[in-house]
């Protein structure tokens, strides 16, 4: 295993001061150190990792790699056991200034038979804004928007147990974007969308970035991820990559990573 | 959160097992202790039932005529708006069973009110210490879940079964007069709603729904999406402790009419009837109350002119409003009322929501 040349590209990542985006510069995200494990054995481990405001950043891996784990633990979901995972500079786990965090999770099918419409679901990205009160007009307008930028308006008053997979994670997108946020976490979010509204969805989160959102993308499917990330990290259990996304389609990185299928992935590619 | 306000903090003083004497002799005396405290509750209550009189003598209805009728109706009317409510949360959680749980606990305080009453002869309200130990229960169940990380049916029918093999031992320790008392409470009774009694029910009513109303968006987003929930800064687990002992205060509500046996089924069964024909959260939180307070309503007709158990009807009442309800529902989907697909628009990239 090449600690070295990880830390090399990373360096030379940070060298070259990826912050294109602006000037702001703030750090969004810090891992440092972490090791975490369900059981003894790890899931994550050694995890060193740094987002800065404004990037478009995607995490790549197997299945079975620790990409969901690793997103919980940067969202302060589940606790290192060892290290440190900071978000907006704060610890993690204490982290509750939840209306700077937008988070699209992979299973779109939270409570299965509940009776709730689109809009109910899309109103509830406002919930860290108003807290105990009422939504505004103003709220009510960021709603709707939010509908509009997914396609779903005509869907607003559907019952969401009614919807196909697609139409049900474009309304949890949709729930995201209302929270108006900072930094856009997306635990492959395309799942199950139809793949003509799979491509619009990506162009719709490189709108975001450009418009200084941080987007944390955790995917498996690496041809979206080719084509839109500014950043690639590729993960299994170690970072084995983590750079600009040209430096990663040139790298071995991904057959070190996926094994085998990684081979078979990338000779299709 | 809960620590109510007086009515109950005052309670657990009560309650609590190493009880010293000078409060005792000072309880002796009256009925309730809680009466000064109670006082405009009181008043309240005898607002009510001059205006059911009043209606009574208007309509004609022969039910109408007696005071404990008229408690029992408002108890009957608070319970159909606060099960629902409270249950509405649960049943899309998957945690129907935990009324149940509590309802069993609750028999348990009930024993230990009328236990301290028959050694201690205070004049407690059982229905008090009922809810001391179903809060107490109920918080029990969540933080054992929040280490267990999962809400899982064996500790809950072990729960249960405690809280109801508690009850029965306490009960036949000091079987001298007491056993007369239990059906009260097994199966409920409208007419031994006594004032004392309704006054608790209104001031856990008015927590209840005081409570959901402050802080329904927290609990709504808690109920369909935990995860994101946390994400969004909401400290799920508070609001989890929150809601199991807001079940709690309804399970020992509801108890007076509905019983130990029978209470869950009000939290349970007109929430999934409105599940069948709602399409918003929102309309299903309205239904599930409009259901309740009509099984609630036709079971007390029902079963003060049949002269049957109350809490039975009501629940046969709401059980067979639910088969309508499924019918209804199947019915509306049978003939297609979602089926005008309206056209999916396209993604919009361009617009950015900023």
Known sequence: ?269 | MTPPTGAVGAVAAVADPPIASPPVALLQSGGSALDPVLAPIYFLLELWSLLMGALGDATGLGLLQYGFMHRAILVGLCIGVMAPLIGTFLVHRQLALIGDALAHTAFAGVAVGLFLNGVLSLGVSPYLTAVVVAVLAALLIEVISEVTDAYNDVSMAIVLSTGFALGTVLISLNAGGLAVGINQYLFGNLSTVSAENAAILLVLFAIIVATVGLTRNQLLYVTFDETAAEVSGIPVNWYNRVMVMLTALVVVGAMQIMGVILVAAMLVVPVAGATQVSRSFTESLLVSVVLAELAVLLGIGFSYYGEATAGGVIVLVAVAIYVVAVAVGKLREARGDDDDAPELGGIDADDGVA
């Open chain 1, 1 to 269: 295993m090449s600690r070295t040349e990880v830390d090399s590209v990373a360096a030379e990542r940070n060298g070259q001061g990826i912050s294109d985006a602006d000037g702001e510069g703030d750090t969004v995200i810090e891992v440092s150190d972490v090791t975490f494990g369900y059981t003894a054995a790890p899931v994550v481990e050694d995890i060193d990792l740094t987002i800065e405001a404004g990037e478009y950043v995607a995490v790549v891996g197997p299945n079975g790699s620790g990409k969901s784990t690793l997103m919980k633990l940067m969202l302060g979901l589940l606790r290192p056991d060892e290290g440190e995972a900071r978000l907006f500079g704060e610890p993690a786990h204490s982290f509750d200034d939840g209306e700077r965090v937008g988070y699209v999770s992979q299973h779109a099918s939270a409570a299965k038979e509940m009776p709730i419409t689109v809009r109910e679901v899309v109103k509830m990205g406002r919930f860290a804004h108003v807290g105990f009160g009422l939504l505004s007009a103003d709220d009510w307008a960021v709603v709707d928007e939010a509908l509009a930028t997914v396609g779903m308006a005509e869907f607003a008053d559907r019952r969401i147990t009614k919807l196909s997979g697609g139409q049900r994670q474009r309304a949890f997108i949709a729930r995201a974007l209302a929270g108006e946020a900072d930094l856009l976490v997306l635990d492959e979010p395309t799942v199950g969308v139809d793949a003509e509204s799979v491509e619009a969805f990506y162009d719709l989160l490189e709108a975001l970035n450009d418009d200084g959102i941080t987007v944390l993308l955790i995917e498996h499917d690496l041809g979206a991820v080719v084509d839109h990330a500014d950043r690639v990290v590729c993960l299994n259990r170690e970072v084995y990559f983590d750079g600009p996304t040209d430096e990663f389609v040139g790298s071995d990185a991904l057959a070190r990573a996926f094994g085998a299928a990684g081979g078979i992935l990338g000779g299709a590619r």
